[in-house]
């Protein structure tokens, strides 16, 4: 029987988008690994070297797809993954035979990371609480399906967050599983936080300050939690933990802010508005992972332990 | 002394079984009655000491085989312990600390270096070859020997940690300084006292109403010589321009690094803060607990509401709600130093702390 061919360029985007088609409900890094995952299986590269070498254009190509944090950072932890992996076996063929275990062994863990985080955030949600989400986030969807199954009784603000209304996706699913929810609009921030009691949100990557890039707005409701007093949880998965250390806006890296269509052909990015921000350690009060709730300082302490 | 032959013929080590459980008996209900709002019968030093010993007592009388039965009757124990008071977060504390020590014990005689790699970490998932869990069934001929050791190391480490603390006060107070405190701490209260041998100062003490612990403080450090003023809470923000450090006790530090101290604490943070005071905190390692200032439920005590209006006052009594809490929540941004027997340690390196003292497979016993 033939072996299947090395993945060529299209055939590593056209798997990436099938896995992200086939289950909505996969984070875009977890899509990302097991297209890597499939690559490596199918690379015929013949020194560790090599592998590296081609599983890093494997990364740039899916970044040109899907440009957010979240896959870079899926991409880099692969790549330590291999690193650490080739490191205790210096064998070609039987490295590879180990990594391939050990990434699905891996995939496996991660498939539970939500679980495991909404485990952890359900006792932050009181009975009668009101909370407060920006745009669509899975993890926190997750979070508040588990404590309605708890039988606690709150209600949810999501902002609209324009400019892909994503919010409203969130109030849908929230509508169907019976949680009263307000669709707001991102200006009235403000205006709603008086009411609520907590306020709940995702990421799309945690850096290594323990500060949060997420979509565009989540700045804004941090400062105004601060302002007001309220907690500001955010809630995300480990492998979402990437090492960039940005000391301001300006900071982020282009091409995280902006789509990947609109890096490819715009030339004059100023013009542009960017899809997230990022979000400074002290405005965070706590964060629920998979590897516990962790205070802004430990994450930085979580990235050591694996990057060096 | 003990009686070699039993009217009922039972063996002596039935005996030794029936004295463990009258003395845990005797403990717990020792920490149901420690309710009342001056605070428990003993200090939660001596809380923790007890409860070592206890645990001690256990391993070495308990039947078991393996690390796995012996964490089973440890964390039995100790929910029965904290279910009697489970505002005496000490008593959990130690049963974490035994617990994580029976751990190490474990690892350290399967000859592997897993003290390391205890937590849940990024690296742990990358690396690790497989779903194995350690379920400590090995049996081990010295681990009973070990263990017990371990456990003698923690009772000699807990009898030293007032004075650990103490040693450490002639580097933070000085000559000419005013020291604010509130209520009645031990730690505090020898802390300041060792200071008082070589450096002269003020200390105002807030008396901290209803229960008024603080004057039992003053009439403590005006015998060991030291200037001492109490004043009523109303006036710790009047009087904190004035003061140029606040050092104070605390029933239990949370794992963000908050408080959980006597009422009246959270008044004085904010009052320093506002005034840019220091905010120092002495508290021994194994007041640290891995919970988290949510559970509304379990966090406050509310003791009897005669203290803030006397029964005496009948007619208004059918009118008005009294509460009368006896813990208050500091958070972490208000603290600048926590002073333990370890050393001085900012309140964002608690987790790290944590992580060396408690295993996260504990944290709900």
């Given at each position: 029987m033939q072996q299947p061919s090395k993945m060529n360029e299209e055939e590593l985007v056209e798997y990436f988008r099938t896995q992200m088609r086939t289950d909505p409900d996969m984070a875009s890094a977890v899509a990302a690994i097991r297209t890597l995952l499939e690559f490596l299986r199918r690379d015929k590269g013949e020194t560790i070297l090599g592998l590296r070498e081609s599983l890093k254009w494997a990364t740039d190509c899916l970044t040109e797809v899907d440009s957010s944090v979240a896959v870079s950072s899926g991409g880099e932890l692969f790549l330590r993954f291999i690193s650490l992996t080739s490191l205790e076996h210096q064998d070609l063929s039987r490295c590879k035979k180990v990594m391939e275990e050990r990434g699905e062994l891996f995939l496996e863990k991660i498939s539970l990371s939500r679980t495991k985080v909404a485990k952890l955030c359900h006792t932050f949600i009181k009975d009668g609480a009101k909370i407060l989400t920006h745009s669509s986030s899975r993890v926190v969807l997750r979070v508040l399906e588990k404590a309605a199954a708890e039988k606690k009784r709150f209600t949810v603000y999501v902002t609209e967050s324009q400019p892909d209304t994503a919010g409203k996706q969130m109030a849908d699913a929230l509508r169907r599983i019976n949680v009263p929810v307000t669709v707001v609009l991102d200006a009235a921030v403000g205006y709603v936080l008086e009411k609520v009691d907590l306020v709940i949100v995702g990421a799309e990557g945690v850096v290594e300050s323990g500060g949060i890039i997420n979509k565009i707005g989540t700045y804004q409701m941090a400062v105004c939690s601060k302002a007001h007093n309220k907690p500001f949880y955010v809630v995300a998965e480990s492998f979402k933990f990437v090492r960039l250390y940005p000391l301001n806006q300006q900071d982020v890296p282009d091409r995280f802010k902006y789509k990947a269509d609109t890096l490819r052909t715009v030339s004059d990015l100023s013009d542009e508005h960017p899809m997230i921000d990022y979000t400074p350690p002290s405005l965070i009060t706590l964060l629920f992972t998979d590897l516990g709730v962790l205070t802004p300082s430990a994450v930085s302490d979580e990235l050591i332990k694996l990057y060096l | 002394m003990g009686q070699l032959v039993n009217s009922d013929n039972r063996m002596p080590g039935a005996d030794k079984e029936a004295d463990l459980t009258e003395r845990i008996e005797a403990f717990l209900a020792d920490l149901k009655r420690g309710g009342c709002g001056t605070g428990p019968i003993r200090g939660s030093g001596e809380t923790a000491r007890e409860t070592t010993a206890l645990l001690r007592k256990v391993t070495a009388q308990a039947r078991w085989s393996s690390a796995g039965d012996l964490m089973e009757i440890i964390r039995k124990e100790g929910r029965r312990m904290t279910a009697a008071q489970p505002s005496e977060t000490t008593v959990g504390n130690m049963v974490l600390r035994v617990l994580k020590i029976i751990r190490e014990e474990y690892a350290r005689s399967r000859g592997s270096s897993e003290e390391t790699d205890q937590q849940e970490s990024l690296h742990k998932l990358l690396t690790s070859g497989g779903l194995s869990e350690e379920n400590f069934r090995q049996h081990f001929v010295h681990l009973k020997a070990n263990v017990i050791e371990a456990i003698n190391e923690l009772l000699t480490e807990l009898d030293g940690t007032t004075d650990n603390i103490a040693m450490q006060a002639l580097e933070h107070i000085h000559s000419n300084e005013v020291i604010m405190t509130v209520g009645r701490s031990r730690t505090v209260e020898a802390f300041l006292k060792d200071a008082a041998r070589k450096r002269k100062f003020h200390v105002i003490v807030a008396e901290c109403a209803p229960f008024c612990q603080g004057h039992e403080m003053a009439t403590n450090l005006s015998k060991a010589s030291i200037e001492t003023t109490v004043i009523a809470d109303a006036a710790i923000f009047a009087v904190?321009?004035?003061?140029?450090k606040v050092i104070i006790g605390t029933q239990t530090v949370l794992a963000n690094g908050g408080l959980r101290a006597v009422n009246g604490t959270h008044t004085v943070a904010l009052a320093a803060r506002h005034h840019s005071t220091p905010l120092i905190v002495c508290a021994p390692m194994f007041k640290l607990s891995p919970q988290f200032p949510n559970e509304e439920d379990t966090f406050h005590k509310f003791v009897s509401p005669h203290e803030v209006l006397p029964f005496t006052e009948g007619e208004i009594l059918s009118k008005v709600n009294v509460h009368c809490p006896v813990f208050d929540y500091v958070p972490p941004e208000l603290i600048t130093l926590f002073i333990s027997n370890i050393g001085g340690n900012a309140p964002s390196y608690i987790y790290r702390l944590m992580s060396e003292l408690y295993h996260p497979e504990d944290h709900d016993l």
């Amino acid at each position: 029987m033939q072996q299947p061919s090395k993945m060529n360029e299209e055939e590593l985007v056209e798997y990436f988008r099938t896995q992200m088609r086939t289950d909505p409900d996969m984070a875009s890094a977890v899509a990302a690994i097991r297209t890597l995952l499939e690559f490596l299986r199918r690379d015929k590269g013949e020194t560790i070297l090599g592998l590296r070498e081609s599983l890093k254009w494997a990364t740039d190509c899916l970044t040109e797809v899907d440009s957010s944090v979240a896959v870079s950072s899926g991409g880099e932890l692969f790549l330590r993954f291999i690193s650490l992996t080739s490191l205790e076996h210096q064998d070609l063929s039987r490295c590879k035979k180990v990594m391939e275990e050990r990434g699905e062994l891996f995939l496996e863990k991660i498939s539970l990371s939500r679980t495991k985080v909404a485990k952890l955030c359900h006792t932050f949600i009181k009975d009668g609480a009101k909370i407060l989400t920006h745009s669509s986030s899975r993890v926190v969807l997750r979070v508040l399906e588990k404590a309605a199954a708890e039988k606690k009784r709150f209600t949810v603000y999501v902002t609209e967050s324009q400019p892909d209304t994503a919010g409203k996706q969130m109030a849908d699913a929230l509508r169907r599983i019976n949680v009263p929810v307000t669709v707001v609009l991102d200006a009235a921030v403000g205006y709603v936080l008086e009411k609520v009691d907590l306020v709940i949100v995702g990421a799309e990557g945690v850096v290594e300050s323990g500060g949060i890039i997420n979509k565009i707005g989540t700045y804004q409701m941090a400062v105004c939690s601060k302002a007001h007093n309220k907690p500001f949880y955010v809630v995300a998965e480990s492998f979402k933990f990437v090492r960039l250390y940005p000391l301001n806006q300006q900071d982020v890296p282009d091409r995280f802010k902006y789509k990947a269509d609109t890096l490819r052909t715009v030339s004059d990015l100023s013009d542009e508005h960017p899809m997230i921000d990022y979000t400074p350690p002290s405005l965070i009060t706590l964060l629920f992972t998979d590897l516990g709730v962790l205070t802004p300082s430990a994450v930085s302490d979580e990235l050591i332990k694996l990057y060096l | 002394m003990g009686q070699l032959v039993n009217s009922d013929n039972r063996m002596p080590g039935a005996d030794k079984e029936a004295d463990l459980t009258e003395r845990i008996e005797a403990f717990l209900a020792d920490l149901k009655r420690g309710g009342c709002g001056t605070g428990p019968i003993r200090g939660s030093g001596e809380t923790a000491r007890e409860t070592t010993a206890l645990l001690r007592k256990v391993t070495a009388q308990a039947r078991w085989s393996s690390a796995g039965d012996l964490m089973e009757i440890i964390r039995k124990e100790g929910r029965r312990m904290t279910a009697a008071q489970p505002s005496e977060t000490t008593v959990g504390n130690m049963v974490l600390r035994v617990l994580k020590i029976i751990r190490e014990e474990y690892a350290r005689s399967r000859g592997s270096s897993e003290e390391t790699d205890q937590q849940e970490s990024l690296h742990k998932l990358l690396t690790s070859g497989g779903l194995s869990e350690e379920n400590f069934r090995q049996h081990f001929v010295h681990l009973k020997a070990n263990v017990i050791e371990a456990i003698n190391e923690l009772l000699t480490e807990l009898d030293g940690t007032t004075d650990n603390i103490a040693m450490q006060a002639l580097e933070h107070i000085h000559s000419n300084e005013v020291i604010m405190t509130v209520g009645r701490s031990r730690t505090v209260e020898a802390f300041l006292k060792d200071a008082a041998r070589k450096r002269k100062f003020h200390v105002i003490v807030a008396e901290c109403a209803p229960f008024c612990q603080g004057h039992e403080m003053a009439t403590n450090l005006s015998k060991a010589s030291i200037e001492t003023t109490v004043i009523a809470d109303a006036a710790i923000f009047a009087v904190m321009s004035r003061v140029n450090k606040v050092i104070i006790g605390t029933q239990t530090v949370l794992a963000n690094g908050g408080l959980r101290a006597v009422n009246g604490t959270h008044t004085v943070a904010l009052a320093a803060r506002h005034h840019s005071t220091p905010l120092i905190v002495c508290a021994p390692m194994f007041k640290l607990s891995p919970q988290f200032p949510n559970e509304e439920d379990t966090f406050h005590k509310f003791v009897s509401p005669h203290e803030v209006l006397p029964f005496t006052e009948g007619e208004i009594l059918s009118k008005v709600n009294v509460h009368c809490p006896v813990f208050d929540y500091v958070p972490p941004e208000l603290i600048t130093l926590f002073i333990s027997n370890i050393g001085g340690n900012a309140p964002s390196y608690i987790y790290r702390l944590m992580s060396e003292l408690y295993h996260p497979e504990d944290h709900d016993l």
